[in-house]
């Protein structure tokens, strides 16, 4: 079964460091670009920040960057995302994504505008983080 499974979302407490992982099942992430998207609660898709394989090249979006890093193990086939210092406003189901581009404008690195579910070719089902004191 071609899918993506997140892991390592988990309820902490402020201040605290989650790392997420994503690892494809079925397929290789090939040339793909790797995306870690999130909804926050009563809110919409929000692009986080993004890797591309091959050359390992990361991308974020403004409000992720200095405490979101993105990496990928290529011999686990794993991409992860380490939040450290989390906060409430953190709080959200983050998923992992793939697409051909990234679908946004990208400048050295930070990313910036809108993203729909349609802008990536394949979704994994999400990991919850929740950050309460």
């Known amino acids: 079964e071609v899918q993506l499974v997140e892991s390592g979302g988990a309820s902490v407490q402020p201040g605290e460091t989650l790392r997420l992982s994503c690892v494809p099942s079925?397929?290789?992430?090939?040339?793909?670009?790797v995306s870690w998207v999130r909804q926050a609660p009563g809110k919409g898709l929000e692009w986080v920040s993004g890797?591309?394989?091959?050359?390992?090249?990361?991308y974020y979006a403004d409000s992720t960057v200095g405490r979101f890093t993105i990496s990928i193990d290529n011999a686990k086939s794993t991409v992860y995302l380490q939040i450290s210092d989390l906060k409430s406003e953190n709080t959200a189901l983050y998923y992992c994504?793939?697409?051909?581009?990234?679908?946004?404008?990208?400048?050295?690195?930070?990313?910036?505008?809108?993203?729909?579910?349609?802008?990536?070719?394949?979704w994994g089902r999400g990991t919850q983080v929740a950050v309460s004191s």
């Open positions: 994504a793939v697409s051909r581009r990234l679908p946004l404008y990208c400048d050295g690195g930070i990313c910036r505008g809108e993203i729909q579910r349609s802008s990536f070719g394949f």
């Open positions: 079925g397929f290789p992430f090939g040339n793909k670009f």
């Open positions: 890797i591309h394989p091959p050359g390992g090249m990361q």
